[in-house]
């Protein structure tokens, strides 16, 4: 399993951290005591529960300083059971924090009426002392925006942050209405329809014989390579966005023929470059979907 323990001075981009762990696929879990950060890994490598097997924890100075204090022995004891553990930590300077806390005006969890907020940074730099000598990674927020943060936390990422973006291509019918999730949606019913055809109204756009008889329309092809290059040139500018997941929907009338042959001949065509692709054809799976091309069903 892989496990990330995600932890820094408060106010310095922890949370976003844990999202951008969460959208890269792991199951992500703040503030989990340290103890239980042991007994939760050595529990999922003896059960083998997928869920868990990459997994993001928030440790902050919410911990006891005893805990804290212990945090290179339980760093250790995980390494020593085979678990792939990676410490990241985020820090930022006082002048930046001090602002940031006067921006959002939250409590730091270490203030209160006896320890005003630069003390309580200062007391936090000193308690989670043990952590950021063993992180594997540090970021310095202090110069970074939202969007340059998140870029450092995928370049430090395991992967680098590859695959980041999961792309879902959807077929559809419009008779059954336009897919609310759908980030672009593609009309094809200008095309012609095998449902007209007597031998392939029954069948689908997966089934070799309906795929046959629209690839030997130059329209048909026209469709798939004016989409494919609309995809191929603007998907890269979205993932720079840092975007998680992006919906693709094809619709033709019936949502069985046209546009499930188009989606299954873009997945064949972007599968090299983006990975996971998910495919879904609403209406002849019924809300099923299936990842990857492991044949036809």
């Avoid at 806390?101 to 308690?127: F, G, M």
């Avoid at 002849?284 to 979907?289: D, R, V």
Wanted: net charge positive; hydrophobic share 35%; aromatic share 8%.
């Amino acid at each position: 399993m892989q496990l990330v323990i995600i932890s820094g001075l408060s106010g310095a981009g922890k949370t976003v951290a844990l999202k951008q762990y969460e959208d890269l696929g792991y199951f992500c879990i703040d503030n989990l005591p340290l103890a239980l950060v042991s007994h939760m890994a050595t529990r999922t490598l003896r059960t083998m529960q997928k869920r868990y097997e990459r997994l993001a924890v928030g440790i902050d100075a919410r911990e006891t300083p005893g805990e804290i204090r212990k945090f290179p022995r339980y760093l250790d004891k995980l390494r020593d059971q085979g678990i792939e553990t990676r410490v990241l930590f985020l820090r930022a300077n006082e002048q930046t924090l001090l602002h940031r806390y006067s921006d959002t005006r939250r409590k730091h969890p270490l203030s209160n009426d006896q320890t005003p907020l630069l003390e309580a940074i200062r007391q936090e730099v000193r308690l989670l002392e043990p952590i950021a000598n063993a992180a594997d990674a540090t970021i310095d927020t202090s110069t970074l925006n939202l969007h340059e943060l998140r870029e450092k936390i995928l370049e430090q990422a395991p992967g680098g942050g590859a695959g980041k973006l999961t792309l879902q291509l959807m077929s559809f019918g419009f008779k059954q209405g336009t897919p609310s999730e759908a980030d672009f949606v593609f009309d094809v019913r200008c095309l012609p329809n095998p449902h007209w055809e007597p031998t392939l109204r029954a069948m689908t756009g997966r089934d070799d014989a309906v795929s046959a008889w629209l690839d030997r329309y130059p329209e048909v092809r026209r469709m798939l390579s004016d989409i494919r290059s609309f995809l191929e040139h603007w998907l890269p500018e979205y993932q720079k966005q840092d975007r998680a997941y992006l919906t693709i929907a094809i619709g033709c009338t019936g949502g069985k023929h046209r546009s499930v042959y188009l989606v299954e001949q873009l997945a064949k065509a972007l599968g090299g470059h983006y990975t996971p692709i998910i495919v879904k054809h609403r209406e002849i799976w019924a809300g099923q979907e299936r990842r990857g091309r492991k044949g036809k069903s």
